[in-house]
């Protein structure tokens, strides 16, 4: 049995989650079942998983460090996290956060379910604080889309002898990046949709515990709520996250490459990544980041101009979500629920292409 605390996290990737009995094949296979026959621990995959699901939820595991359960989407999962907070309960989350969640938690608040306060993303006084009343922290950094660093480390240590929840969305830093069950942290989600998978071609997500209970009460959410993930999709997931080390290298040495050139082109007014010294959390994300991850966000002078540069593209596509080896870039306002962003913000999931050529297509498209 592979150890995960033996292994390099990019030999991980690659090593575990494979059946390892002689005979067997060398990649688990796409167990398209969804009954099994009696006199095992194995009756029906949607209350105890399959063999499938289960490969994928290994790998992710020993990189966290926690025990995973896979799901139909990142919003299954996020919903699957949330709902561990009692009826009532305040639930805290960041002012800049992925939309789903804010669209979520903001209709549980109108239904009664919890109450719901934000706070900046930055203010880890804030955050500290809130730990005396709130039943749930719900952590986002780097931030959905303005790339705000909050002090994970801080503020899970803080809340680590309290009852107060602390849950992290790690899908833009990846498990390479950050691992918040380390610094006490309660539950990780993913959205396995994005680097995770890597290629666009599914949906996925993934919740991470580090308490046994946790991740009893998470698997009783997705048997009774039915967010089981696809038998194909996680197939492809895990074929997706064996590549996962250097898709994100490469893709993360052409986001600092093109930040750079961003921030001193002339048509650009403003240019989050922070990997940036410049940025204003680039000195807490060196420090609790292994990486700064691909995602650049810019802004140009208006709306107009930015869904120009959108048009323009050639090589980098015009479309929503991210971390797949194609670079994508989209105006974020134009979203219904996020009009409160900068109009001309551009967000960038970087890919893996030759940078120049990423480089080229940016500059003729934003040219004025």
């Given at each position: 049995m592979r150890d995960p605390e033996k292994l390099e996290a990019e030999t991980w990737l690659v090593s575990a989650g494979r059946p390892e009995a002689a005979g067997e094949?060398?990649?688990?296979?796409?167990?398209?079942?969804?009954?099994?026959?009696?006199?095992?621990?194995?009756?029906?995959?949607?209350?105890?998983?399959?063999?499938?699901?289960?490969?994928?939820?290994?790998?992710?595991?020993?990189?966290?460090?926690?025990?995973?359960?896979?799901?139909?989407?990142?919003?299954?999962?996020?919903?699957?996290?949330?709902?561990?907070?009692?009826?009532?309960?305040?639930?805290?989350?960041?002012?800049?956060?992925?939309?789903?969640?804010?669209?979520?938690?903001?209709?549980?608040?109108?239904?009664?379910?919890?109450?719901?306060?934000?706070?900046?993303?930055?203010?880890?006084?804030?955050?500290?604080?809130?730990?005396?009343?709130?039943?749930?922290?719900?952590?986002?950094?780097?931030?959905?889309?303005?790339?705000?660093?909050?002090?994970?480390?801080?503020?899970?240590?803080?809340?680590?002898?309290?009852?107060t929840l602390v849950a992290v969305d790690n899908t833009f830093a990846t498990p390479l990046n950050q691992r918040p069950l380390e610094r006490g942290a309660d539950v990780v989600v993913h959205s396995a949709t994005k680097y995770i998978g890597g290629h666009s071609d599914l949906l996925c997500g993934l919740a991470v515990t580090r308490s046994g209970d946790l991740t009893a009460q998470i698997r009783t959410s997705r048997i009774l709520q039915g967010a089981t993930?696809?038998?194909?999709?996680?197939?492809?997931?895990?074929?997706?996250?064996?590549?996962?080390?250097?898709?994100?290298?490469?893709?993360?040495?052409?986001?600092?490459?093109?930040?750079?050139?961003?921030?001193?082109?002339?048509?650009?007014?403003?240019?989050?990544?922070?990997?940036?010294?410049?940025?204003?959390?680039?000195?807490?994300?060196?420090?609790?980041?292994?990486?700064?991850?691909?995602?650049i966000s810019f802004d140009l002078v208006d709306a107009a101009a930015a869904d120009r540069a959108c048009e323009r593209m050639q090589l980098v596509e015009h479309a929503t979500s991210l971390g797949g080896v194609e670079s994508t870039i989209e105006r974020r306002a134009a979203t219904p629920g996020q009009e409160h962003l900068p109009p001309g913000l551009l967000r960038m999931s970087v890919g893996i292409e030759a940078v120049e050529d990423i480089w080229s297509d940016i500059e003729q498209a934003i040219a004025q």
């Open positions: 094949p060398l990649n688990a296979p796409l167990v398209a079942a969804s009954t099994f026959r009696h006199g095992a621990d194995r009756g029906y995959a949607r209350n105890e998983g399959s063999p499938t699901w289960e490969s994928l939820e290994t790998i992710v595991a020993g990189l966290e460090g926690g025990e995973a359960t896979a799901f139909s989407s990142g919003m299954a999962a996020i919903a699957a996290a949330i709902e561990l907070v009692p009826v009532g309960g305040e639930i805290v989350y960041p002012a800049d956060c992925y939309q789903g969640v804010a669209t979520l938690l903001a209709r549980g608040a109108v239904q009664g379910r919890w109450t719901v306060r934000q706070l900046a993303a930055e203010d880890t006084a804030g955050w500290i604080a809130a730990i005396d009343s709130a039943a749930m922290l719900w952590l986002e950094s780097p931030s959905n889309p303005l790339l705000a660093i909050g002090d994970v480390a801080g503020i899970c240590e803080a809340a680590r002898d309290s009852d993930p696809g038998t194909m999709e996680v197939f492809l997931a895990t074929r997706g996250i064996r590549t996962l080390a250097v898709r994100l290298r490469t893709a993360e040495a052409n986001a600092f490459e093109l930040a750079t050139r961003l921030q001193a082109h002339p048509a650009v007014v403003a240019t989050r990544y922070p990997g940036l010294a410049e940025h204003p959390g680039h000195e807490l994300a060196a420090q609790q980041l292994d990486g700064f991850g691909s995602m």
